[in-house]
């Protein structure tokens, strides 16, 4: 059974016509439509290997791999405007760490998901790579333990030696 257009209100990207690619940075072109399931949790994944930004400093490009993941309550965000979003961040000049703060901020305000994480792992400059990691759960509910314990876990000891 398709979606109602009660359910895809608000989602006017994805379908005919040309692609519209914004030059800049632009919080609005997030779209979302109603989850189904929201009795049930379960991940969405997203993964753009093609995530471009911008240096503030330089304004040489900086390219990594960006990768959300979310617990959606009552809304999804559709991948097209996703998409055309993050396109936004080609000309947006910021550090790593912030745009995927950013990136996660603005899903939050767009989704309410019940537990969100930003993964951004970027390609080295100057001989450095920068991988910055951010996440929410829901505040008062098992989501924010879910957050700490993820954050926790993330970056533990590996095991590797050597220089």
Known sequence: MGRTKR?????????GGATVYAGRYDPGLLETFVNRHPG?????????????TLCPVTGQPDFGTLTIQYIP????????????????????????????????D??????????????GRFLPRGGITIDP?????RPGTAYADLAEARFRLRNLPTGRTGS
Do not use: M, Q
Request: proline share 3%.
């Open 40 to 52: 049930r949790d379960y991940w969405v994944t997203f993964t753009c290997p093609e995530f471009t």
């Open 133 to 137: 990691y951010c996440n929410l759960g």
């Open 106 to 119: 603005d899903l939050v305000a767009a989704l309410a998901p019940r537990y969100i994480e930003v993964e």
């Open 73 to 104: 309550d009552r809304r999804l965000v559709e991948s097209k405007s996703l998409k055309l979003y993050l396109f936004g961040f080609r000309n947006h000049g910021d550090f790593h760490e912030d745009c995927v703060n950013i990136i996660l």
């Open 7 to 15: 359910e895809l209100k608000g989602v006017t990207r994805l379908g």
